[in-house]
């Protein structure tokens, strides 16, 4: 069993993050590897894919990566030089690939990964951020539009029989007096304690502050916790099957998690089976796989066949992450229309009733 190591300090931080999306990296894999089936060799291939690419920056790198190889370098080496379009699972995985005279395989393999994690990554975010986004711009829309109509407003108002004002009248002209005078201190007051935020929690503290938000955060709590649980059978299962040691992979697949708990989890485990531990049980016993899979992970260590395992686990905790997420996208969705409509109507209900009401 391998000495267990920590991960570097680097990994708190993603540096060299690269500039394209990962759907597009996804389809650049996919036609690497078709090209390569189709009897190319590596170097026919990357001029192939400089000259399909549209894109300047992978141009650029599908050119600069051929003359490295047509130079004798390996391909992972070769690709190394380019960060800012390869990140280092990719490189990790397909120079392993080359190494082992599978890089066809490969390439199929960490397209489906890229694409599988940008997937989960946009439908997480339409389930939670925008919607919550969404809230917030028609919440201040609506209450900047009460604001800027609350003179107009008034005299509209103050010109009818204040006796014969239905409810929702009174209230949408105390709601737009009263937002007259608070939204801009509420705007100022969010304005200072994200700009505080930003300069004081820094770093590490800033991610854990994060995490523990994510983590926390009723209903879609459970959704960030599972995502983080999926990536990291998913990136370690693509690394080892790939070849690459095991613990090794678990490492790169926390650095690249983006999540301060799982990383502390792999710390765990990687301290434990430099103690002699079996790596099955540790991982149920930190949460990054369910106890059901333990003998099975247990018959796959034992035959070498883990990473396949993992990978096997991941695509079921995938399908069914994303079925929660679509749910929740739906929920949400129509949550926000409603609760906006709610509101506009209520305004509108004022505005209208009062007039009503003066005739």
């Known amino acids: 069993m ?3 190591t920590s991960l570097p300090s680097q990994a708190l931080h993603k540096s060299n993050a690269p500039q394209i999306r990962p759907e597009e990296l996804s389809q650049l894999a996919g036609l690497f590897a078709a090209k390569l089936k189709a009897g190319l060799s590596i170097s026919q291939a990357l001029y192939a894919l400089s000259v399909d690419s549209k894109k300047p920056v992978l141009v650029a790198a599908c050119k600069g990566v051929k003359a490295s190889v047509d130079a004798g370098r ?3 080496e070769a690709m190394r030089a380019y960060p800012d379009v390869f990140d280092e699972i990719s490189v990790a995985v397909l120079g392993a690939g080359q190494k082992s005279n599978r890089l066809p395989i490969e390439l199929q ?26 809230l917030g711009v028609g919440l201040l829309v609506i209450m900047a539009g009460l604001a800027g109509a609350a003179p107009a ?16 009248s009174h209230l949408a002209i105390h709601v737009s007096h009263a937002l007259r ?8 007051a969010l304005a200072l304690a994200y700009g505080g935020f930003r300069l004081f929690v820094r770093g590490e503290k800033r991610l854990r502050w994060r995490d523990r938000m994510l983590l926390g955060a009723p209903i879609v709590g459970s959704l960030w916790r599972a995502k983080a649980v999926a990536h990291f059978c998913r990136t ?3 690394l080892a099957s790939a070849g690459i040691p095991l613990l090794e992979a678990m490492e790169s697949a926390a650095m690249t998690s983006g999540n301060l708990a799982v990383r502390g989890a792999v710390l765990l485990v990687a301290d434990k089976l430099g103690k002699g531990r079996d790596l099955p049980p540790l991982l149920v016993e930190v949460g990054l796989v369910p106890r059901s899979e333990m003998n099975a992970m247990q018959a796959a260590e034992r035959r070498g066949a883990l990473g396949e395992v993992l990978m096997k686990h991941a695509e079921a905790s995938d399908a069914d992450l994303l ?21 506009v109507a209520a305004v509108v209900l004022g505005l209208v009733g009062a007039a009503l009401a003066g005739r």
């Not at 694409?115 to 339409?126: E, H, Q």
């Not at 005078?181 to 100022?188: C, D, R, T």
């Open 323 to 343: 079925r929660r997420i679509n749910r929740l996208k739906n929920l949400a969705q129509s949550a926000t229309v409603l609760l906006l409509g709610l509101l």
């Open 181 to 188: 005078w608070i939204l801009p201190v509420v705007l100022a």
């Open 74 to 76: 390996p391909l992972g």
């Open 2 to 4: 391998p000495q267990a």
């Open 109 to 134: 393999r960490l397209s489906a990964y890229l694409g599988t994690t940008a997937k989960i990554a946009r439908g997480l975010r339409s389930a939670t951020t925008r919607p919550m986004l969404s």
């Open 236 to 238: 370690t299962g693509l």
């Open 153 to 168: 407003l008034e005299r509209f108002l103050e010109s009818l029989p204040e006796r014969e004002w239905p409810a929702a």
